[in-house]
């Protein structure tokens, strides 16, 4: 299995600018989450979706973040407008029975 | 609620010294604990897990963890660290009668090892 799939790995947008990032999960798996990484405040769960539904989305900073996943095997997470602090690395895993993997990431870079 | 505490923010450690980064948890339930790594620049990597039964744990990279349940603790043990252990090492939880899948993530320990 290739493992979870995100794109791009890297985003460089202008404040003010919609950025959407994308997930594939691994085959099969039935949780989707979105995470954010910042030096300041560490690694933060923004949302986890069970069998394509949202189940917790009180991780999700501002109105301004939003997530779908339509289908078993594609998720984005959009910002619109973005803000500088927004620049984090943004993490998709999956899971089936509990163990999570994680994808490469999003280093996302709001100027 | 359930929480995550790694005491130790940040070690340094030489080569061949040996690794224990603490890990303790609340909750009282039947809990699933795992450590995640991350090397720098990448991605959290699972090392290892405990759901049950023996309650000392082997993972990759000859890493090991201990369940205590009385001191709800699961530390992680290495017993000759190496240059290429430099990472930030991240202890989870997850337990619950409805098991929601969510993962609950300490705030990390950043490893540095001195060659």
């Known amino acids: 299995d290739a493992g979870v799939i995100q794109s791009p790995r890297h985003e460089v947008t202008e404040m003010g600018q919609e950025v959407t990032l994308r997930c594939k999960p691994i085959?099969?798996?039935?949780?989707l989450f979105w995470y954010r990484q910042t030096m300041m405040r560490g690694l933060e769960l923004l949302i986890y979706?069970?069998?394509?539904?949202?189940?917790?989305d009180s991780g999700m900073p501002e109105d301004r973040f939003s997530a779908k996943m339509p289908n078993a095997s594609f998720s984005t997470l959009k910002i619109q407008p973005s803000e500088p602090r927004d620049s984090a690395v943004y993490f998709c895993?999956?899971?089936?029975?509990?163990?999570?993997?994680f994808g490469p990431g999003t280093r996302l870079t709001v100027l | 609620a359930q929480s995550v505490s790694q005491h130790n923010h940040h070690v340094i450690l030489s080569e061949a010294a040996s690794l224990e980064l603490g890990c303790n948890y609340s909750y009282g339930g039947t809990v699933n604990l795992f450590w995640y790594v991350q090397y720098p620049g990448q991605h959290l990597q699972l090392l290892l897990k405990?759901?049950?039964?023996?309650?000392l744990v082997k993972g990759i990279k000859g890493f090991e963890a201990e369940f205590i349940k009385s001191k709800f603790s699961f530390n992680l043990r290495k017993p000759s660290v190496q240059w290429s252990d430099t990472a930030e090492y991240f202890c989870a939880v997850n337990g619950g009668s409805s098991n929601t899948g969510k993962l609950i993530f300490g705030q990390g320990t950043t490893l540095q090892v001195k060659p």
């Open positions: 405990y759901f049950s039964g023996d309650p």
């Open positions: 085959s099969g798996h039935d949780y």
């Open positions: 895993a999956s899971s089936l029975s509990l163990t999570q993997y």
């Open positions: 979706f069970n069998n394509n539904v949202p189940i917790d």
